[in-house]
């Protein structure tokens, strides 16, 4: 009886760790957030474990079921379409569950976004805030003002389609002349960090379309 949180590659196949791929094939099962992402990884890396779709839209009405499962004495393991469960993805619901209910959990150590790109943009990363997905209504303004007067270096990831009114949003509250960087595409062919002022960013990815999940690096405020 146990649940692990195995992290997945976010993009170069050959991230994934050596104990990853070994409970991936120990455990009894595997909760995936698109069971088609990771039938793809599970593949290349000739595991037959089976899996069950576990995302966002069900993570609330499979809890008591797959919490049972691991009661009468299965082992899971729990995989995002890439990166570390809860980090923007799912995972946190069922981590309190089965804490509430005594059923051992284990995170193994390995990919996610927010590190290779806070300590590659030059910015400060003693002191750092993840902010992950700013609201996208419903509280967007209060938040980005609150964030303007932060002084922690600050990590937020975005979308190819809203980047840029993000950057020019962020702009707006932090002022044009405040440092950024940004990651795109880590890990892959395409892998790119531009740094600069946000002025300069609204800039390049208005004359460059914007592809690929985006990592976001604010420094603070002086």
């Known amino acids: 009886m146990k649940l692990y949180l195995v992290p997945t590659p976010i993009g170069n196949l050959e991230d994934i760790t050596l104990r990853a791929l070994r409970v991936l094939k120990e455990v009894d099962g595997i909760l995936a957030e698109d069971t088609r992402v990771t039938g793809k990884l599970l593949k290349h890396f000739e595991v037959s474990t089976p899996m069950s779709p576990f995302h966002q839209n069900n993570e609330h009405s499979k809890l008591e079921y797959v919490c049972g499962q691991m009661e009468a004495g299965k082992t899971l393991a729990l995989v995002t379409d890439a990166g570390t469960p809860g980090i923007s993805d799912p995972g946190f619901l069922l981590v309190r569950e089965c804490i509430r209910k005594n059923i051992p959990v284990e995170c193994l150590p390995g990919a996610t976004a927010f590190v290779p790109a806070l300590v590659n943009s030059g910015l400060p990363s003693d002191r750092f805030l993840f902010e992950g997905f700013l609201p996208h209504k419903k509280g967007r303004q209060t938040r980005l003002k609150e964030l303007a007067l932060e002084e922690k270096t600050i990590i937020l990831y975005e979308s190819p389609h809203r980047i840029i009114k993000t950057l020019k949003e962020l702009a707006e509250y932090f002022g044009g002349e405040r440092q950024a960087s940004i990651s795109r595409e880590l890990s892959k062919l395409f892998e790119e960090t531009v740094r600069g002022t946000l002025s300069d960013l609204v800039e390049h990815f208005t004359k460059y379309e914007p592809r ?11």
Do not use: D, Q
């Not at 690929?212 to 002086?222: C, K, Q, S, T």
């Open 212 to 222: 690929g999940e985006f990592v976001l690096i604010l420094a603070g405020a002086n």
